[in-house]
């Protein structure tokens, strides 16, 4: 395998901090927190009422209509990967999708979505479980979601490999580039994982 240099051409994140790079980057040098007092209803039972939700929400950046067939993990890897595009200087750019390739993990996948669908389940029949709550809960789909929106016909890998997912993901990445399989690949991780049944000991 050829050791040839690989860069990075552009930046792209949403997280408790910033909804973008450089309020992210702004809120690092001034040393702020994303962990804050979660608001939900249900915190008010739950011994645990902290945690790191999303500086600005997806939906104020995404297709309201589009985002609601996603994921919050998807939505957020969307979001970030819109950013990178951006900033690597792609829009509008001639881009062989077959040189193009994706490598975006998750540690979990779209377990709000599995957790939602498993409660509408119990409550109120198989009737009403989504149909699409197998492609918004697979832990591929931030990955797939990204390789749609941008045409992406190379190799499109979601490892996930727990707190290491999002660095074997750029690993990942830099392999597909010096084997010669990609020339781009849009790389990171993503996860969305604040929900009730961390805390509780039973859902029965």
């Not at 980057?25 to 994303?34: D, E, F, I």
């Not at 509408?120 to 989504?130: E, W």
């Amino acid at each position: 395998m050829s050791l040839k240099r690989v860069v990075v051409t552009g930046l792209g994140t949403t997280n408790p901090l910033g909804g973008d790079v450089a309020s992210t980057w702004t809120a690092m040098l001034a040393g702020k927190s994303g962990i804050r007092t979660l608001e939900d209803d249900v915190v008010a039972e739950l011994p645990v009422k902290i945690g790191g939700r999303v500086a600005v929400e997806p939906t104020e950046v995404l297709d309201r209509v589009k985002a609601r067939r996603l994921d919050r993990s998807a939505q957020f890897a969307l979001v970030a990967a819109q950013e990178a595009w951006a900033d690597a200087g792609l829009e509008g750019a001639d881009i062989d999708g077959t040189r193009l390739g994706v490598a975006v993990a998750s540690g979990i996948g779209g377990v709000t979505t599995l957790l939602a669908n498993y409660d509408t389940l119990l409550q109120k029949g198989p009737r009403r479980v989504s149909p699409l709550s197998v492609p918004m809960l697979m832990p591929n789909a931030p990955a797939a979601n990204i390789a749609l929106a941008y045409g992406a016909k190379g190799a499109v890998n979601a490892p996930t490999s727990a707190c290491a997912s999002g660095n074997e993901a750029i690993s990942m990445a830099i392999d597909q580039i010096r084997l010669g399989r990609a020339d781009i690949v849009i790389a990171g991780g993503t996860e969305a994982a604040i929900h009730p049944s961390r805390w509780l000991p039973s859902r029965r």
